[in-house]
């Protein structure tokens, strides 16, 4: 509904005014009236009657404009599509910063409050509500055009998208409540609902399907983090792995060559489909982070890549992949001294191991749940007297 009217009145404030003023309008009327056969049309021509009004007003050529299409649009599905596609491209217009880009989204296609958003980015929300007006004040003072993207420029701009919509989930993965990974689950399907021969959508799809299958045991009753191969796979949402199974087997049928959305589902998808983590196919693993490198270059995909190697062709091995790693690139990263303090822990280098939990204690929050993994993994440790040293 608000997509519809910013696309025909081309005023972001406006749309979303008058559907609040509709929204306002049902409360007080549906009470005494009670619920019209169609709730969803009564809103939608409300909205839109508010809108003509305040057009008529303004008296200008493009009111004018707007309320002659106004009254000429028919309400088509076609017409739909398009309207959240292009809600969807501008929204994650390359001009905007990034993180105005999350929140715009979050606000407009997703359709949170603005405290919500606040409250997921752990921002006031007076500092969320300045960061939105910021970006769309730039949508009208840079003439963004409210449009999906000629063909030349599609596969570049949903590259863009999908980068939105994948650190949208990052961001809400590693939360207890999860509410931001369920929206980036939402967004994926309904961007493949729209551009069903977008591969890498599907796969970037699939891939959060994989991991939002597992998440429940991600974290114990405590909140609490639980890795891997300690998770009660038992517990793993079957339906989600196998929805994600078939988005990932419909990409997988392009003839195009496979994208890092497409290669991290594919890697997300060896781990789903191992019975117990002491059967996990390291061995395919590992091939596939060669080809995520390649097509993506990234040193948390190096980091990843490397554990992959520790547990396929033995820790110490794993070790020396690690410090081959770009240390100053990471090193700000808790997860390359966690890394090494749990493969140094297995092979039993154990002060050594100690060590390089607390340098991964220095680079995370106290309060958080991987803070408090780390402590137990340290105060896991012994030394030769029995005594641990916790910092």
């Not at 087997?249 to 496979?258: D, E, K, L």
Request: include cysteine; aromatic fraction near 6%.
């Amino acid at each position: 509904m608000v997509a519809t009217l910013i696309r025909l009145t081309g005023d972001w404030e406006l749309a979303e005014d008058c559907v609040q003023d509709a929204v306002e309008k049902a409360l007080l009327h549906w009470p005494e009236a009670g619920l019209p056969r169609s709730p969803a049309a009564w809103l939608i021509a409300t909205a839109r009657n508010r809108a003509l009004d305040v057009l008529r007003r303004r008296r200008t050529e493009q009111a004018k404009l707007a309320e002659r299409a106004l009254l000429d649009e028919a309400e088509q599905i076609d017409a739909d599509r398009d309207d959240r596609l292009s809600l969807i491209f501008t929204c994650c217009h390359p001009a905007l910063p990034l993180d105005g880009r999350v929140a715009l989204t979050l606000k407009t296609v997703a359709g949170l409050t603005t405290a919500q958003i606040a409250d997921a980015f752990l921002v006031s929300e007076s500092t969320m509500s300045q960061r939105l007006l910021r970006t769309k004040r730039k949508i009208s003072h840079a003439a963004i055009p409210y449009r999906v993207p000629t063909d030349e420029l599609l596969a570049e701009r949903t590259d863009g998208v999908l980068a939105v919509l994948y650190l949208v989930f990052n961001a809400g993965y590693g939360q207890l409540e999860g509410r931001l990974a369920d929206e980036a689950l939402r967004l994926a399907r309904m961007l493949v609902n729209l551009m069903p021969s977008a591969d890498e959508a599907r796969g970037l799809l699939a891939l959060i399907m994989f991991q939002q299958a597992r998440r429940a045991t991600r974290f114990d009753a405590a909140g609490d983090l639980v890795p891997m191969e300690e998770q009660d796979r038992s517990l793993w949402n079957p339906v989600l792995t196998a929805e994600a199974h078939r988005e990932l087997r419909r990409a997988t049928h392009s003839s195009r060559p496979p994208g890092p959305y497409r290669l991290q589902a594919r890697i997300a998808a060896c781990h789903a489909s191992a019975p117990s983590a002491h059967a996990t196919p390291w061995h395919a693993i590992v091939p596939l982070y060669d080809a995520l490198l390649a097509a993506q270059p990234s040193p948390v995909a190096a980091l990843n890549r490397a554990v992959a190697v520790g547990f396929r062709d033995g820790f110490t091995v794993g070790l020396d992949a690690l410090d081959a790693l770009d240390a100053d690139v990471l090193a700000s990263y808790h997860l390359l001294p966690a890394a090494r303090a749990d493969f140094l822990r297995r092979v039993g280098r154990t002060e050594e191991a100690r060590a390089a939990y607390e340098d991964a204690l220095q680079l995370v929050a106290d309060d958080g749940s991987e803070a408090r993994f780390l402590h137990r993994r340290l105060a896991s440790l012994t030394t030769s007297t029995g005594v641990v040293r916790l910092r």
